[in-house]
């Protein structure tokens, strides 16, 4: 089930997040529209992690607000903002994955939050023929249908992102954050991970946002780029209109 | 006189002043029993009686040694072989009990539960129920119930759910919470990301210290025979006090032999479970 054209968007205006009295995202305002692809660049501890987790309301602004498909994430009740989440596929930095669990019932997981309890617990035990189909087709999406009995923890590090990549999309979701999704992955498997996500919401008219530290692989494959500094939008932009001067002081910054 | 020495208030360590006192309270204590090293010495007649026993070891009865065996008692071996199944059933019931009691405290007691006032109360059940042994509760029983195979079960089901819900809140807390975060993060609820999240990781080792506890509970369940309930501690006593040393070492042998089973089970399973 793909999202509707319009679903996906967010506005962020004034948003500013301080953890314990020290400011971690200071004024962030801007827009991002549905089926849009977009990456935020920027050295560690720039505020990268914590811009993505409030787009899934894992974290609230202290000041400012997030709004997403035109609801103020913090004006929603608990179950509200669960149900909000479930349609917002997360691949987190290291792959959040149950090891000794089989590839097919890790992907499963990702709908537990819309689902009862007792078909979750079925679900994650013995998924039933339709769950299994399910995930076969989204593993030969992500390019490892032989693995779906295998046990998560005898894939490499490449392999296990893509069974969280299927998660996420296990969701069917309208939107899809990736939090430098490549970070554990060999730098060589790292290109084609990162192709592999972006065509895949490409293809499902999903919202793509991804932390990424590795610049050359965002100006590649992301048409727009939203740089953090301390906190703060350095740059928000097409990423063809960033002269090679720019890349240069961001290279720099990134090597630091 | 060297200046630095007199910073130092003790001419000995503060490791050195702990490792002293627990050796003077030794003394004191050794003092407290009277005891003297000519109890050690065994008298004449517990020489001979530890050496017929010792000597029993290596031939182990597989006959009655009584010369009068009544009308209608099963081959000794079989005897044996049935004592060695009620044991294990007095233990399987009683661990089928405190594995589910303890599954349920267990969770309770673990972050998981969501309110430190449940917490708290779990915790609170868990210590009362595991700081009493399962032989005091079996004196308890018995003075309430009689001797019924259930006050045995319910002897031991006691203190192992304190000691399996403690361990397996314990496992609980332990278990990485990555996972768990990414399906809080995918609109899972709180409770059913930590069940769906952590009891998976954790599960390998709560059935092999569950495992580890069943074998306790069959050792328990055979130490409750010397009250009268029907296990094989019921007949070691028995025989012992018949001064039937050969027959006692059969039922020790049959004991071990299936401790031993057990850890070749248990061994196996954990191979399968092994990350």
């Given at each position: 089930?793909?999202?509707?054209?319009?679903?996906?968007?967010?506005?962020?205006?004034?948003?500013?997040?301080?953890?314990?009295?020290t400011?971690?995202l200071?004024?962030?305002?801007?827009?991002?529209?549905?089926?849009?692809?977009?990456?935020?660049?920027?050295?560690?501890?720039?505020?990268?992690?914590?811009?993505?987790?409030?787009?899934?309301?894992?974290?609230?602004?202290?000041?400012?607000?997030?709004?997403?498909?035109?609801?103020?994430?913090?004006?929603?009740?608990?179950?509200?903002?669960?149900?909000?989440?479930?349609?917002i596929?997360?691949?987190h930095?290291?792959h959040?994955l149950?090891p000794?669990?089989?590839?097919?019932?890790?992907?499963?997981?990702?709908?537990l939050?819309?689902?009862?309890?007792?078909?979750?617990?079925?679900?994650?035990?013995r998924?039933?023929?339709?769950?299994?189909?399910?995930?076969?087709?989204?593993?030969?999406?992500?390019?490892?249908?032989?693995?779906?009995?295998?046990?998560?923890?005898?894939?490499?590090?490449?392999?296990?992102?893509?069974?969280?990549?299927?998660?996420?999309?296990?969701?069917?979701?309208?939107?899809?954050?990736a939090?430098?999704?490549v970070a554990?992955?060999?730098?060589?498997?790292?290109?084609d991970?990162?192709?592999?996500?972006?065509?895949?919401a490409r293809?499902?008219?999903?919202t793509?946002?991804?932390?990424?530290h590795?610049?050359?692989?965002?100006r590649?494959?992301?048409?727009?780029?939203?740089?953090?500094?301390?906190?703060?939008v350095?740059?928000?932009?097409q990423?063809?209109?960033?002269?090679?001067?720019?890349?240069?002081?961001?290279?720099?910054?990134?090597?630091? | 006189?060297?200046?630095?020495?007199?910073?130092?208030?003790?001419?000995?360590?503060?490791?050195?002043?702990?490792?002293?006192?627990?050796?003077?309270?030794?003394?004191?204590?050794?003092?407290?029993?009277?005891?003297?090293?000519?109890?050690l010495?065994?008298?004449a007649?517990?020489?001979?009686?530890?050496?017929?026993?010792?000597?029993?070891?290596?031939?182990?009865?597989?006959?009655?040694?009584?010369?009068?065996?009544p009308?209608?008692?099963?081959?000794?071996?079989?005897?044996?072989?049935?004592?060695?199944?009620?044991?294990?059933?007095?233990?399987?019931?009683?661990?089928?009990?405190?594995?589910?009691?303890?599954?349920a405290?267990?969770?309770?007691?673990?972050?998981?539960?969501?309110?430190?006032?449940?917490?708290?109360?779990a915790?609170?059940?868990i210590?009362?129920?595991?700081?009493?042994?399962?032989?005091?509760?079996?004196?308890?029983?018995?003075?309430?119930?009689?001797?019924?195979?259930?006050?045995?079960?319910?002897?031991?089901?006691?203190?192992?759910?304190?000691?399996?819900?403690?361990?397996?809140s314990?496992?609980?807390d332990?278990?990485?919470d990555?996972?768990?975060?990414?399906?809080?993060?995918?609109?899972?609820?709180?409770?059913?990301?930590?069940?769906?999240?952590?009891?998976?990781?954790?599960?390998?080792?709560?059935?092999?210290?569950?495992?580890?506890?069943?074998?306790?509970?069959?050792?328990?369940?055979?130490?409750?025979?010397?009250f009268?309930?029907?296990?094989?501690?019921?007949?070691?006593?028995?025989?012992?006090e018949?001064?039937?040393?050969?027959?006692?070492?059969?039922?020790?042998?049959?004991?071990?032999?299936?401790?031993?089973a057990?850890?070749?089970?248990?061994?196996?399973?954990?191979?399968?479970?092994?990350?």
């Open positions: 089930m793909n999202p509707a054209p319009d679903e996906g968007t967010y506005q962020l205006n004034n948003v500013s997040v301080t953890f314990a009295q400011p971690v200071s004024d962030v305002s801007f827009e991002i529209e549905a089926g849009e692809v977009l990456a935020i660049v920027g050295p560690s501890g720039a505020g990268k992690t914590t811009l993505l987790r409030l787009l899934n309301g894992m974290v609230g602004p202290s000041q400012g607000s997030v709004c997403h498909d035109r609801a103020n994430l913090q004006s929603l009740s608990t179950s509200q903002l669960r149900r909000v989440r479930a349609r596929g997360f691949v930095q290291s959040n149950i000794n669990l089989r590839v097919v019932q890790n992907v499963v997981a990702g709908k939050g819309q689902r009862g309890f007792l078909k979750s617990a079925r679900s994650m035990i998924p039933h023929s339709g769950d299994q189909a399910g995930v076969h087709a989204l593993l030969e999406r992500v390019g490892i249908p032989e693995k779906l009995f295998e046990r998560t923890d005898k894939l490499s590090g490449g392999q296990t992102q893509r069974v969280a990549l299927a998660r996420a999309l296990f969701q069917e979701p309208k939107v899809l954050l939090d430098e999704p554990a992955v060999d730098p060589a498997r790292a290109r991970l990162i192709r592999l996500m972006v065509d895949l293809e499902d008219n999903l793509l946002v991804a932390c990424m590795d610049l050359s692989l965002a590649e494959f992301f048409p727009r780029m939203i740089g953090l500094r301390a906190g703060r350095a740059f928000d932009t990423t063809d209109e960033i002269s090679e001067e720019v890349f240069d002081e961001l290279y720099s910054l990134a090597a630091r | 006189m060297d200046p630095r020495e007199l910073k130092r208030p003790l001419p000995v360590s503060r490791r050195g002043v702990v490792l002293f006192s627990i050796a003077a309270l030794g003394i004191i204590a050794a003092f407290a029993l009277e005891l003297s090293p000519q109890d010495a065994p008298h007649g517990g020489v001979e009686i530890a050496r017929e026993f010792f000597s029993a070891a290596l031939s182990p009865a597989i006959d009655y040694e009584a010369e009068f065996v009308d209608g008692a099963p081959p000794f071996l079989i005897r044996t072989l049935g004592a060695i199944r009620r044991t294990l059933v007095f233990a399987a019931f009683a661990m089928s009990l405190a594995i589910v009691a303890g599954l405290l267990g969770f309770l007691a673990s972050s998981g539960s969501g309110s430190a006032t449940i917490q708290l109360i915790r609170l059940i210590a009362a129920a595991r700081s009493v042994h399962e032989l005091l509760w079996a004196v308890v029983f018995l003075a309430a119930f009689g001797i019924s195979p259930a006050s045995a079960v319910i002897a031991i089901a006691i203190p192992f759910t304190g000691v399996l819900a403690k361990i397996f314990e496992l609980l332990e278990a990485p990555d996972a768990a975060y990414a399906l809080r993060a995918a609109g899972t609820s709180r409770l059913r990301a930590f069940l769906f999240g952590r009891l998976p990781s954790a599960i390998p080792d709560m059935a092999a210290y569950s495992f580890y506890r069943f074998e306790c509970a069959v050792r328990s369940s055979a130490v409750l025979g010397f009268g309930f029907e296990t094989i501690g019921y007949y070691i006593k028995a025989s012992f018949n001064l039937h040393y050969h027959e006692v070492w059969t039922y020790l042998y049959a004991l071990i032999a299936v401790v031993l057990f850890e070749y089970w248990s061994a196996a399973l954990r191979k399968r479970f092994a990350v």
